[in-house]
């Protein structure tokens, strides 16, 4: 993303339009420099990430200091934004508008663009399990925005499955039945690490610290191949 400009909160948010654009808006004349480009798709992913990470978080409730730490990451926040981006986060928080909104919009804007999509939905995934525990209402919630943004069912477990540990998760992470061949599951796991390879994610204009989520995207997928083949040695 070039993240180049001083962008008034009020012009882009008209840009944006939607609910986005009505949150966006709310900062009248701040400016977040460096986290907003000059074009509303790579600002609306931004602000749909802080929007609906304020909707999460009152979901189970509570913001610990451990989930702002990787949602500082996902962004790569500078210390000069924080206070502008804190207040994107409290009007998001307190508006009326529900997460819903956002996620529909979201899912419109990037209607052509399922990696986009799924980029918003792991950098969701990275805030809610960074303190080592997700709540079921994280997880409901979670799915709802999937389901908002255009993913099915199965789509959205093959994202879960990088991120949670159930039963058969190994497959599902390659998004393969148990019964796949050998020869496969090897393919599939080329393929996948191609796909997900972190300058693909960079290409897509996303914050340099967002290269995170391919670097976890890839080390999820290793593993799962790395499990499958130790249960099949073990048949």
Known sequence: MALVGMIGGAG?????????GALLGGLAAHALQRLLAPAPRPAAFSIALIALCAKMAKADGVVVPVEVAAFREVLDIPPEELAGVARVFDLASRDTAGFEAYAR????????????????????????KADHALHPSELIFMHKVAGLMGFDDAAYERIEARHVRRPGDPYAVLDLP???TDAQIKLRWRQLVSEHHPDRLQARGLPPAAI???????AAVNAAYARIQQLRETR
Do not use: S, Y
């Not at 882009?12 to 986005?20: I, K, T």
């Not at 052509?112 to 999509?117: A, I, L, N, Q, V």
């Open 178 to 180: 148990n019964d796949a």
């Open 105 to 128: 919009q979201i899912g419109d804007l990037f209607a052509d663009e399922p990696d986009t999509r799924e980029d918003l939905l792991d950098a969701l995934f990275h805030v809610a």
């Open 12 to 20: 882009m948010g008209f840009v944006l339009g939607g609910p986005l």
């Open 212 to 218: 995170r989520l391919a670097n976890d995207r890839v």
